[in-house]
């Protein structure tokens, strides 16, 4: 996709403005710009200068670096802003991050959650490993069209900032006993996961006597976790992220009893493109369950904050072994 100026000139106000409150930069010599690829979000042109900061970009070549990239930012690419780069075919892109704020992601689970996430994570500029329940080499090349690493379970979590435990809920009590050995003692855990007794799971016995889904994934693997991403669609965690301020803009709850863990999940979520809201202590998570009004529903923060609220307790038929 290239515009011209003319095309463009309209939006350069709006885009100033937007990028100045955003406190973005972009490239500054037009001369330095090169071609990287699309992005299959906006379809715009990915754009490379001579220090490697990758930008949107209408073309390459035709119009001033600073105002292609600030076109760029305006309403033409609403899901792209700042980070958010996707390239259609994916090159180990790592966007630039400031010095202390890339961190090393651990997935346990390659499902839809998991993929998702990987190329997510990867398109802020933070180091993800990935694993599955099988040999690494199964994912490998998946792997590496995410610009990720493939890895043992174990070894995904091994070093990490950040692991996501997104596997089925049946399955949690498979993972190793190791899983989280060689994670620093503030490791935070995020846990994906849902239980679907009927269509996956089979019967667990203390959550269908009430237990939380999440309670029991903390106890299965002996350390706190924070609940969250287990009421999107995968593909609407994928393109369906906007900046901040946007209206409509997608809230996600994020639940658990560690503060501090909460507050870096609650980033993460806000880097990918969505409001995060405070779901309360892990004991509250039953509020963004399946059959829930919460799950599923794509809220914005308000009416996601509403429906927290109005659920009742219980758990429908249609999600009970």
């Known amino acids: 996709m290239s515009r011209s100026r003319e095309d463009l000139g309209d939006e350069l106000p709006e885009a100033r403005a937007l990028a100045a409150e955003l406190d973005l930069n972009h490239p500054s010599d037009p ?16 754009a490379q200068d001579d220090e490697g900061v990758w930008t949107h970009q209408p073309s390459v070549g035709e119009i001033d670096a600073g105002e292609t990239w600030l076109a760029a ?3 033409t690419a609403p899901a792209c802003l700042g980070r958010r780069t996707q390239l259609e075919s994916w090159p180990n892109h790592q966007e630039h991050l400031p010095e202390g704020e890339v961190m090393n992601i651990g997935i346990i689970g390659a499902g839809n959650i998991g993929g998702t996430l990987a190329q997510r994570f990867v398109a802020l500029g933070h180091h993800v490993a990935i694993a599955n329940s099988r040999d690494p080499e199964t994912i490998e090349s998946l792997a590496s069209e995410w610009g990720a690493t493939a890895a043992w379970a174990s070894e995904a979590a091994h070093g990490a900032d950040v692991v996501v435990v997104t ?15 060689g994670t620093a003692d503030d490791v935070v855990v995020i846990d994906t996961c849902n239980y ?13 006597a009430g237990m939380t889904e999440s309670r029991w994934v903390e106890e299965q693997i002996g350390v706190s976790v924070i609940k969250t991403f287990n009421n999107i669609h995968s593909e609407h965690l994928l393109e369906s992220g906007k900046p901040q301020g946007t209206a409509g803009r997608i809230a996600l709850p994020v639940a658990g009893d560690d503060s501090e863990a909460k507050q870096v999940v609650m980033e993460l979520v806000d880097a990918l493109g969505f409001d995060p809201v405070d779901g309360g202590g892990l004991d509250d998570s039953w509020r963004q ?33």
């Open 73 to 75: 930012t305006s309403a």
């Open 31 to 46: 001369g330095g710009l090169e071609e990287i690829g699309t992005c299959r979000t906006c379809g715009l042109i990915i």
């Open 289 to 321: 369950q399946p059959g829930s009004p919460a799950y599923g529903a794509d809220l914005d923060a308000e009416g996601l904050r509403n429906a927290l609220a109005e659920v009742t307790p219980g758990r429908s038929e249609q999600w009970r072994a």
């Open 167 to 181: 596997v089925p809920e049946k399955d949690v009590p498979n993972l190793a006993d190791n899983l989280l050995k």
């Open 196 to 208: 679907y007794p009927k269509e996956r799971d089979g019967r667990i016995e203390e959550i269908e």
